[in-house]
């Protein structure tokens, strides 16, 4: 069963809209078995969401969290409130964020730590540079990005779960898709990496979902590749013509 996690980013702009998104998803019939549905709204709306949840039978998080753990952050939420608010999953170091936010490797790296410590899944994007070759797939820097957050305690990914996210930044909302060899080859090198450096007993699992210009075009190629767990969706999880293709 493959994830289909929908990053909604700064979307949708009204209650109206995200209650239209809602009905299109209770629309589809439940996709248990089919697909495992996870939504990462605006915090804003994950109250509308919970009141639905049981029936879209969706996991929600949320689309950052601080690399404090709490006091005098200004605008930020904790890793804790999110999990005391009873979300699973924390979304960590997504480009957009990288970019606009200006999150270094270690702030990921710290965000990532918080998310462990207080029991949230991360789902933690890899892909960002700053003078991407479009079309060109920078393994080296992937592995950069996997070292910093692998420098991490190790003991933080005891007998937990980690989702790695890799999104090449010049796939996002381009409409341009990395080769299947590509993403087959890279989430390999993900789940070694992984494999090779948390010590085996400490029970940790990981996943890798691809996100890029995923939609209801390409995801059925896409779920062909065997090492991809899922798929991380921004504009086609907000389309109510693509969800019921994307969630089947
Ligand atoms: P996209 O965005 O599906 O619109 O390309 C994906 C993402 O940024 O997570």
Not at 57 to 83: K, N, P, R
Not at 133 to 153: A, F, H, M, P, R
Request: glycine content about 6%; hydrophobic content about 40%; aromatic content about 6%.
């Amino acid at each position: 069963m493959k994830k289909i996690i929908c990053n909604w980013k700064m979307n949708p702009n009204s209650l109206d809209k995200v209650n239209t998104i809602i009905q299109a998803i209770l629309n589809c019939g439940i996709p248990v078995g089919r697909s495992e549905l996870i939504i990462l709204p605006p915090t804003l709306y994950i109250s509308t969401l919970q009141q639905y949840q049981s029936q879209l039978f969706a996991s929600l998080g949320v689309q950052d969290i601080s690399d404090a753990s709490e006091g005098a952050y200004t605008s930020q939420i904790s890793a804790e409130m999110v999990y005391n608010l009873g979300l699973e999953y924390a979304l960590i170091g997504h480009s957009e964020t990288r970019m606009y936010q200006h999150y270094s490797a270690d702030i990921v790296a710290q965000k990532c730590a918080q998310a462990l410590q207080h029991n949230l899944i991360p789902i933690l994007c890899v892909g960002y540079e700053d003078n991407p070759i479009k079309g060109e797939v920078n393994i080296d820097l992937i592995k950069t990005e996997l070292t910093s957050i692998l420098s991490i305690n190790h003991s933080l990914f005891q007998d937990k779960h980690i989702i790695i996210a890799y999104e090449p930044i010049w796939a996002i909302g381009t409409g341009i898709v990395p080769s299947i060899e590509n993403i087959e080859t890279v989430s390999i090198l993900i789940k070694r990496l992984f494999q090779d450096t948390i010590p085996h007993e400490y029970n940790t699992t990981v996943s890798v979902v691809y996100g890029g210009s995923v939609n209801k075009d390409n995801i059925q190629s896409l779920k062909t590749i065997p090492a991809i767990d899922g798929f991380l969706i921004g504009s086609a999880s907000l389309d109510i013509e693509q969800i019921p293709i994307l969630l089947t």
